[in-house]
């Protein structure tokens, strides 16, 4: 689609909720009537985040990171501040997940983390891009991630958007992920790729 089609794709749907275009995946151009209501969002967020971070108690944490995603998180999640998110309301966290210090959620996208997953420091999860084309350079591109049931994120892993990793598999410390990530296999390098296959139990 050039930038012509796409400004007329936008315009016909600027009118509808901006946020739900994203979660959608709809490419979000700069002139689009609502595109300030992603920073007034982002200020909204960070406020929170500045409580959140600054806590000690763990059930403040998690009382908190849900006002930030709207949605409740459980007792069973524990994550070691800092986080930052820039817009925490499609981002829906699982039991049992582990979130460890100085993780980078840009969720506008969407963000599926299920039961059990375990998260490294300094991980990147960033469901928001630009297209590579110059012309269109300035328009934001949301895909989501999806993160399965028991998967482990590796220290300083980057996953990209529009990528799903496995259920039960691993991604290597340091490693890019752009593409997706079937059930059961480590990966790791840049871009990442198969190094080993689990054996199912």
């Known amino acids: 689609m050039d930038i012509e089609q796409q400004n ?24 689009d009537p ?5 920073r007034e969002a982002s200020y909204t967020t960070k406020k929170l985040l500045l409580q959140m971070n600054n806590a000690t108690d763990p059930k403040e944490i998690n009382d908190l990171l849900s006002k930030i995603t709207g949605s409740q998180i459980d007792e069973s999640v524990a994550v ?12 829906k966290i699982g039991k049992n997940v582990f ?4 993780c980078v959620f840009l969720g506008l996208g ?3 983390i299920e039961d059990g997953v375990l998260i490294a420091p300094k991980v ?13 350079r300035n328009g934001l591109v949301p ?6 049931k028991n998967a482990w994120i590796g220290a300083n892993a980057t996953i990209l958007q529009g990528v799903t990793i496995g259920e039960n598999s691993v991604v290597a410390a340091g490693s890019v992920v752009s593409k997706d ?14 190094i080993k296959k689990m054996k199912k139990r």
Do not use: C, W
């Open 124 to 136: 990147s999860l960033l469901t928001e891009g630009h297209s590579i084309s110059p012309s269109e």
């Open 99 to 102: 979130i460890n210090f100085d």
């Open 8 to 31: 007329k794709s936008n315009s016909s749907s600027a009118g509808s909720d901006i946020f739900e275009r994203l979660r959608k995946g709809e490419t979000i151009l700069p002139n």
């Open 110 to 112: 969407g963000i599926t």
């Open 34 to 38: 609502q595109a300030y209501r992603m």
């Open 181 to 194: 990530v079937p059930d059961n296999v480590v990966v790791g390098g840049t871009p990442a790729k198969i």
């Open 143 to 148: 895909k989501s991630i999806h993160i399965k």
């Open 80 to 91: 070691f501040t800092p986080l930052y998110i820039n817009y925490g309301k499609h981002t």
